[in-house]
């Protein structure tokens, strides 16, 4: 594996191998130094809070040197192209670039480009694909359901259409086995591409979330979506929003996730982000362990 720009077809025993070895870091109470010497870049063209934060961590974590490359002060300003940006980070021994881009596609051309020893890792290109999102919550529904997800009910909710945390996901799980995904969500937020095969596909959120082992909801991605997709955040919320009264019909012991940032009291009410059963913070915790297995994977040795 020279980069990491999707889960679309990855082999179950990859997406374990990865889980295995997330699990390990999250277990692991000190440091490694499994990337001393080694120097990687976060390229972000896109704002970002959890995936850069706990990307930069998890290289410090491995002994990594860490650069952050800021578009708004670099030479990007003044018309440097991409692909100059990146040759110039790469002769000065950086061996691996962290890409978020709006562009579907964006960092698999940057991973093109890229000389032999360089890695990329895709940290989401527009609606495509995050795949460490999706590692990181199998990492987080796994360590709460245990591994046979052959007989998990999940319930995916919410605007599933311009989500690449929901693709990256589907892959996922797919890939390791489960079989009853149920996905919700109005018409108009709903894609339609393959996103969606074999998934039993509703607008009735009481349907979707029914006997539920867990509930992953997906924030409104208002910033790549057209007006009116939505006819209001008070409807929305009313038909989609996880509330702990819809939550009831869940599993007794269902869990709840959201990949962040929550739109609070639109996806899902304080009560129920906050509550017992949300796996939300666990998810962060478990990125900065997932990250550092991707990046020990792809630059190590
Ligand atoms: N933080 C995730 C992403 O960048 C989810 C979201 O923004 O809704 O895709």
Redesign the pocket.
Known sequence: MQHLLTLDGMPRATVVELLDRAQHFADLAGDSDALRGTAVCTLFFEP?T??RMSFQLAAQRLGAHVLNFDVSTSSARKGETALDTMRNLEAMGVRGFIVRHHDDGAVARRADAARPGTALVNA?DGRSA?PT?GLLDMLTLRQAKGEDFARLKIAIVGDVKH???ARSDLHALRALGAADVRVCAPSALLPDDATLAGCHVTHDLDEAIDGADAVMT??L?RERMEDGLVDSLEGYHRDYGITATRLARAAPDAVVMH???INRGVEITDEVADGPRSLILRQVANGVAVRMAVLERLLAG
């Open positions: 970002s959890r995936t989401g995050h999102q989500s690449r945390v997906l924030r991605q990949p962040g940032p």
